[in-house]
Each structure stands twice: as C-alpha cells, then as structure tokens.
C-alpha cells in the first residue's frame, strides 16, 4: 500500500516555540520522492521542500528544516521559532514514479499563537 | 513570472448552471494538473495534461471537463453539478510530467458553492 500518514491532527504553540510536524509514509517503490507543502487559510499550496529517497541528508532553511530517515519511513519538519505566520495547514505527500501521482497525507493544522 | 492564476477566486452556480474555471501559468511548464479539495481534508486529482493532451483521468465525473487550448492556460469546464461538488478546485504546473520534474506549483485555488 502507498500511504502518507500525518499522526497531529493539530498543533498548537505560542510564538517562538520550536514545533516538529510528523510524517511516516509507505511504500513499496525503491525510487520515489517526498514533499512537503504549506497551505495558509489563502488556500494555495506553497512548495516547501522536495526530497528523492537515495538523498537522506538533513536540510535547513531559515528557520525549517527537515529530517528524512529511510529507515524508519519518515520525514519529519522542524519549525524553529515560530511565528504566527506559520500557522497554516501542512500536507506531507509522496511522488509515485510509475504513477506520476502526488498522494497527500491527511494535513497538520499548525497554530501558532502571540 | 513563478505564479499560477486562478479565476474566479469564488463561484456559487446551480445544478442546472454551466461555467468553467481557469487557471494560467508562464512559466513554460509543461504540465498541468486539476485538484479537488474538501474541507479539511487533502487535496484529490482529477486530470493530468502533458504537452496539451489528456494524460491522467482519475475517473471523474462527466459533469466536469477539463481542456487545455494551449500550454499557459488549462480550464474545467462544469455543467450539472451536484452540491456534493462544492469544494475548492486547485489548479498546478510543473516544468513537466515525471519524476525529475515533478515540483507542482499551486494556484490560489477557486472555491466552489453548487446550490
């Protein structure tokens, strides 16, 4: 079965805490791709991060920063000192090569409070 | 230009209405994808273009039909909906369709009301 799954329904978090978004996927295929996305109540889907699974390396950027770990099927977001900008729904999703498809995990809706 | 545009922003119609959503991107992508999205849940496809040509149909509906007349502009054209389809209706890009080039930039989305 090919699956993303989003345990944290919701979060929420006062200003400048540091919050971790979860995200366990499944999949059979060898070769395939990870992202995460970012949609404010605007509604459109920011790209955050693409991640190919033969790259395990940690990336940081800004205050993100993303934690891919094969062995475990995750890939994890980190949010160091949120803001109240940063609360929006984030969707996990897994690129399917022999599909060409995006399958989206369910959402965590981050709230970030002053 | 790194925007995908997306008209109406809303759109309330009713079951015996037709109208059609467009969506408009210049970045020279290539493909182009419909997404459906319920309230609080992810979004859902509907229709890959590649290259102007009817890709992937994930089974939907005849009551929408998407069209591609040239490779900056994708529409979905709606006819006899059913209040079940309200919903926000997203449209994406990407350089193209398959593996390498598969970074899909989103529009603002139409949100959709079928009375």
């Known amino acids: 079965a090919q699956k993303v799954t989003q345990a944290q329904t919701e979060i929420s978090v006062v200003e400048k805490e540091d919050v971790t978004l979860d995200c366990v996927y499944e999949?059979?295929?060898?070769?395939?791709?990870l992202f995460w996305y970012k949609q404010p109540p605007s509604g459109e889907l920011v790209f955050l991060i693409r991640?190919?699974?033969?790259?395990?390396q940690n990336e940081i950027s800004g205050r993100y920063s993303w934690n891919f770990q094969k062995s475990t099927s995750s890939f994890n977001f980190t949010i160091t000192a949120s803001q109240v900008v940063d609360s929006a729904v984030y969707f996990c999703?897994?690129?399917?090569?022999?599909?060409?498809?995006?399958?989206f995990g369910t959402g965590t809706r981050l709230q970030v409070f002053p | 230009d790194t925007e995908v545009t997306q008209t109406p922003k809303h759109l309330v119609m009713g079951m015996t209405n037709k109208k059609s959503l467009k969506c408009e991107q210049h970045?020279?992508?290539?493909?182009m994808y419909w997404y459906k999205q319920k309230a609080k849940k992810p979004p859902e496809l509907m229709f890959v273009y590649s290259y102007e040509k009817l890709s992937i149909n994930e089974s939907v509906p005849s009551r929408f039909s998407p069209e591609c007349p040239n490779s900056s502009l994708l529409n979905l054209h709606l006819h006899a909906l059913q209040p079940e389809d309200s919903a926000l209706y997203l449209c994406?890009?990407?350089?193209?369709?398959?593996?390498?080039?598969?970074?899909?930039?989103f529009g603002p989305g139409t949100r959709l009301t079928v009375l």
């Open positions: 991640r190919n699974s033969f790259d395990e």
């Open positions: 994406a890009s990407s350089p193209e369709q398959g593996a390498r080039y598969n970074e899909q930039f």
């Open positions: 970045m020279g992508h290539r493909a």
């Open positions: 999949t059979r295929d060898t070769t395939y791709y």
């Open positions: 999703a897994l690129f399917r090569i022999n599909t060409d498809k995006l399958i």
